[in-house]
């Protein structure tokens, strides 16, 4: 069997190549300008679709639009000229606060989705809707990474970790478990699963956590949110499938800190 990971080179793609690599399967990353085509030297058996622009606050809606409408199009045309198992990267922003998304990040996830159901008799295809996720290898998304990164951050300088004043839940998931689902989802069925640990855990808990397991109290500075109009207040993953999570948020948030950066 011969693996395909587009976005390759990001988060959730670098976290999936290394597990896959230490279990000696051949796996390749492809790297290429998806939005002008997407043909790849080798075909492989099956594609894994990660590479999109994950900016929930993003400005230019059509940007948005191109890079993560467009270039699922792209892959999944060659997919479906192929007969290959593709499984693709949603998101939990497709609920936003309960009535549909709250950003184009959103719209453009569940727009894919939408489409993915309409190709699921001619291919088997599987989309994974991630919800809060964290881990090593995250700090390259800058100021998209999880607000558990950035409170190690900034705690790690001496700096007040910055939290919204007002009640905000999240269903945050170790990245580790984000890779366990996405070997489970080679066997599964076509269809849009979530993936999440079922748990929505308030922001000002998770900030006890990170302080608890860095070992400090440093009094956090709380700010009105400025994306209050883009962002989600509660999310909790609907695990109606066979995936159970490994980690907690305290066991994940103990393994990234003491093992990784």
């Known amino acids: 069997m011969k693996y395909l990971i587009t976005g390759s080179q990001g988060f959730i793609g670098i976290n999936l190549l290394q597990k896959l690599k230490e279990e000696n399967i051949e796996t390749e990353g492809y790297i290429e300008n998806i939005s002008k085509g997407f043909n790849p030297l080798k075909k492989p058996d099956v594609i894994y679709h990660l590479a999109a622009n994950t900016h929930t606050i993003e400005s230019d809606d059509i940007e948005m639009y191109r890079n993560n409408v467009l270039i699922f199009l792209n892959v999944l045309e060659y997919a479906c000229n192929n007969k290959i198992r593709m499984i693709y990267a949603s998101s939990g922003a497709i609920y936003g606060n309960g009535v549909g998304p709250l950003n184009a990040y959103g719209e ?144 994940g948030i103990r393994d990234y800190f003491e093992n990784y950066e």
């Open 108 to 251: 453009s996830k569940r727009m894919i989705d939408r489409m993915a159901q309409r190709f699921q008799k001619r291919i088997p295809l599987v989309g994974l809707r991630f919800f809060n996720v964290f881990g090593p290898n995250e700090k390259q998304k800058g100021n998209m990474a999880s607000m558990i990164t950035q409170w190690r951050d900034q705690i790690n300088k001496t700096e007040q970790p910055v939290i919204f004043k007002g009640e905000f839940k999240r269903d945050f998931i170790y990245v580790k478990d984000i890779v366990k689902a996405l070997l489970l989802a080679r066997n599964l069925q076509s269809g849009v699963y979530d993936v999440g640990t079922g748990i929505a855990t308030d922001f000002r808990d998770i900030l006890k956590i990170v302080q608890e397991t860095l070992k400090t109290k440093i009094e956090p500075r709380f700010i009105e949110n400025p994306y209050i109009d883009k962002y989600q207040t509660f999310t909790k993953a609907n695990l109606g499938w066979e995936f159970r999570p490994d980690y907690t948020v305290e066991s």
